[in-house]
């Protein structure tokens, strides 16, 4: 039996490392419940990230790994947030992992 | 790095779909271009399929993976190569091809399409310099 979340009063599926079971079920109100269980408030710059990943995963098929990650919000945001510390300072579990769960996106192909 | 720099060469020999090996082999390159080798990608046989455009996998009900190709080069794969003979023996041309973009984020370098076709002295010549070669 998978492992469920509660948003809006709705059960979601997820996998045993927290990751949505299905992506297409996704809801911003899930990012929000995931990042209070991290103790995470999430900001404009936070939603800036998820909602790059989500565009990523669209045209790519996949999640990115952390380095490519950063590189590519480089590209797309600016200089001063394509870099590590910037985004370690939003989500301290890893850009990657953290912001790909909280996008409802599967655990970046890369990260160990 | 103070570790030696090898060539691995990852050999993609089959169709997209079907089998597992194309995901396979294209989740192992992703993964393993974290650890800074100097990579190159091959497709030969029926292996060209796989990066084809305007795949459509709807009615096998498989997931359609071939954009995922475009990311090699954020992946800092530079080295993308298929053969000729493959692609002429299925009616294909590089136009039939998808284009994958490389940029270095820090000379500003950019190369618009590193996928390279080339003859079978030349696949031949890049397998024998390759310390490794992992086929699929």
């Given at each position: 039996m998978a492992d469920m979340?509660?948003?809006?009063?709705?059960?979601?599926?997820?996998?045993?490392?927290?990751?949505?079971?299905?992506?297409?079920?996704?809801v911003p109100g899930i990012a929000g419940v995931m990042a209070k269980q991290d103790n995470l408030e999430l900001t404009d710059e936070h939603w800036?990230?998820?909602?790059?990943?989500?565009?990523?995963?669209?045209?790519?098929?996949?999640?990115?790994?952390?380095?490519?990650?950063?590189?590519?919000?480089g590209k797309k945001l600016g200089k001063e947030k394509g870099n590590s510390k910037y985004l370690y300072?939003?989500?301290?579990?890893?850009?990657?992992?953290?912001?790909?769960?909280?996008?409802?996106?599967p655990k970046p192909t890369g990260c160990v | 790095m103070s570790e030696v720099v090898k060539k691995f060469m990852y050999l993609n020999r089959k169709a997209p779909y079907g089998t597992i090996y194309a995901w396979e082999s294209l989740e192992v390159v992703l993964v393993g271009a974290a650890f800074d080798q100097d990579v190159s990608v091959m497709f030969v046989d029926d292996g060209v399929y796989q990066l084809t455009?305007?795949?459509?996998?709807?009615?096998?009900?498989?997931?359609?993976?071939?954009?995922?190709?475009?990311?090699?080069?954020?992946?800092?794969?530079?080295?993308?190569?298929?053969?000729?003979?493959?692609?002429?023996?299925?009616?294909?041309?590089?136009?039939?091809?998808?284009?994958?973009?490389?940029?270095?984020?820090?000379?500003?370098?950019?190369?618009?399409?590193?996928?390279?076709?080339?003859?079978?002295?030349?696949?031949?010549?890049?397998?024998?310099?390759?310390?490794?070669?992992f086929s699929f």
């Open positions: 979340i509660e948003v809006d009063g709705k059960q979601y599926a997820v996998d045993e490392e927290g990751y949505l079971a299905n992506l297409n079920e996704w800036d990230i998820i909602n790059f990943l989500r565009e990523y995963y669209e045209e790519y098929q996949i999640a990115p790994a952390v380095r490519v990650l950063t590189k590519a919000v300072s939003l989500f301290p579990y890893g850009p990657a992992k953290q912001a790909c769960r909280f996008a409802g996106l | 455009k305007a795949q459509d996998t709807k009615e096998i009900g498989m997931k359609n993976f071939s954009p995922t190709y475009r990311t090699l080069g954020d992946y800092e794969i530079k080295k993308v190569y298929v053969d000729r003979d493959s692609l002429a023996a299925r009616g294909l041309t590089q136009d039939d091809l998808v284009a994958i973009a490389w940029e270095d984020m820090e000379t500003e370098e950019e190369v618009d399409n590193i996928v390279e076709v080339i003859d079978s002295a030349r696949v031949s010549a890049l397998m024998n310099e390759s310390a490794a070669i």
